[in-house]
């Protein structure tokens, strides 16, 4: 069996071990619990008896292109059920696929992006099970050679939930492969029927397939977010979980240090960071309660019920399916280029050259952070919380051009009073009705000491009513300007104390 590997021995892995019961957890679970570089201490108390959970994640993500992966149906999400379907999707006899151009470039400029190694050659299998939203009863895939092999992904995480206490790890990338998407079963229990929606039927997908170098909740969502923030920026994926292009399957396992890895789970199908990260703890905390209660793990297929906030079982994995894989006999192999291999006759329009798709690459999240700490002066962890929040980071450097406040007294604003009204009021920063425009007016106007920081929150807070109104008019109409006139200022002092005689003498004789 295989010992601990070289990334399990890093410092900040997690171990378990005996504590007493996690509060609020239901029926009572957590009675076990492990370090992780997310938490200063262990969950549930001091450890004994250490525990080793081992977590490697797949991630479907839908490829952002107009029409599907091998036809040439439009790709749109809720459209009319059934409405998007060519011929090919259906699985009618004699209709072939066509590779989409803008799918291959996407995985490509996905696998530069995370470190892998761009297989020249790559080739197409089928993949066969039998469902009812699989027309063909076969899935076009990768399995032998995919497009892109051997990277590796990045991420940071807080110790403790502390901002100013971030981690650095990486986890290693297995592959990337091309593949189709499946339909979707529209269950109607009303009629106790089921319904199939081919829409989504060959829609192009790219699987990311994580090593299990991850070991708890914390890390497998900071993964997962830092992948969802890279494909947005490249534009290969929308990744928008709430549509299901971003689909995550978590495999967990358990064992002791030294010993082989345990039996694992999978957890399928999970569409949010934050249900992620809690199916994957829970999960863990399963599997070492079951088996130091002298149980066994089954290699199964699990959901997670984000209601109940636990997993159930699926199905079993005991007899491993045979998803009988065969070369794909109508696509030939997929075949790229460089600079050094592409032939000079060759018409540049039928080929993907990848030193070209690499020079176009946009800078990453991580060189977005980098650039923001060194040209703005803010705190790291603050152009986490600036790149998290999709425009927010267009926002502030938005603000910054159009006022005179230092970067570093603006991002307070940001992060606290501007960012603080869009959670209240769950918007994102593209809906939140003070523009960039206002608040730096506002923060001109508490630069030139023209009103208070008192003043400019309420200011803000009249600004959120979306009335169109100015700071300036709102100042005035509220008569809310710092006095700058200092004989005004004695006038009203003096008009006080003479209006308050009896307290002026009190105080006086006191």
């Given amino acids: 069996g295989r010992g601990l590997s070289p990334v399990m021995r890093e410092a900040g892995r997690c171990r378990l071990g005996r504590a007493g019961t996690v509060p609020g957890r239901r029926g009572e679970r957590g009675q076990w619990s492990w370090f992780c570089p997310g938490a200063s201490r262990p969950r549930g108390g001091a450890g004994l008896a250490p525990w080793i959970p081992v977590v490697g994640l797949e991630i479907h993500a839908q490829i952002s292109s107009n029409s599907k992966l091998f036809s040439g149906s439009q790709v749109q999400f809720a459209a009319p059920p059934n409405s998007l379907v060519s011929f090919f999707d259906a699985s009618l006899p004699g209709t072939l696929p066509v590779l989409n151009r803008r799918c291959v470039e996407a995985a490509v400029m996905t696998g530069l992006a995370l470190n892998c190694s761009i297989n020249k050659k790559s080739l197409f299998d089928r993949k066969h099970y039998f469902y009812a939203d699989l027309p063909a009863g076969y899935q076009i895939t990768q399995q032998r050679v995919p497009i892109a092999v051997n990277g590796s992904l990045s991420y940071s995480l807080c110790i403790d939930h502390k901002m100013s206490q971030m981690v650095t790890k990486t986890v290693r990338i297995k592959q990337i492969q091309l593949e189709q998407d499946s ?3 529209l269950h109607d229990d009303t009629r106790s029927q089921t319904l199939v929606d081919l829409n989504r039927a060959g829609v192009g997908l790219m699987e990311v397939v994580m090593e299990p170098d991850m070991c708890c909740g914390e890390e497998a969502a900071a993964a997962v977010r830092e992948l969802q923030l890279i494909l947005q920026t490249l534009g290969s994926s929308q990744a928008v979980m709430a549509e299901g292009q971003l689909r995550v399957d978590a495999n967990v396992s358990v064992h002791h240090p030294g010993e082989p890895y345990g039996v694992r789970t999978e957890v399928k199908n999970i569409n949010s960071i934050r249900f992620l990260a809690k199916a994957v703890d829970y999960e863990i905390q399963r599997q070492i309660e079951e088996l130091e209660n002298g149980g066994t ?10 209601k109940l906030g636990c997993t159930v079982p699926m199905r079993d994995k005991e007899g491993k399916q045979d998803y009988r894989f065969m070369p794909e006999p109508n696509l030939p192999p997929l075949i790229l280029y460089d600079a050094k291999s592409l ?21 990453l999240p991580s060189v977005k952070r980098e650039k923001l700490v060194e040209q703005y002066g803010i705190l790291p962890e603050h152009s986490f919380t600036l790149l998290n929040e999709d425009g927010l980071a267009e926002f502030f450097e938005s603000v910054v051009k159009q006022t005179h406040m230092k970067p570093k007294k603006v991002i307070g604003w940001i992060l606290n009073d501007l960012l603080s009204y869009l959670n209240q009021h769950s918007l994102t920063v593209k809906e939140s009705p003070v523009s960039s425009f206002l608040l730096a007016d506002l923060l001109n106007l508490l630069e030139k000491k023209e009103i208070s920081s008192t ?13 169109g109104k100015t700071p300036l008019e709102i100042v005035k109409e509220q008569k809310l300007e710092l006095l700058q006139d200092q004989n005004e200022l004695e006038w009203i002092c003096q008009a006080v104390i003479d209006g308050h005689e009896n307290e002026v003498i009190m105080m006086v004789l006191g």
């Fill in 183 to 185: 339909g979707k079963s």
């Fill in 297 to 306: 793990i089954l290699n199964e297929t699990r959901a997670f019920d984000s």
């Fill in 343 to 363: 032939p000079a006759n060759m018409n540049h329009q039928q080929v993907i050259n990848i030193d070209w798709i690499h020079e176009r690459l946009p800078d």
């Fill in 455 to 467: 003043a400019a929150k309420r200011v803000l807070a009249e600004l959120w009513k979306g009335e």
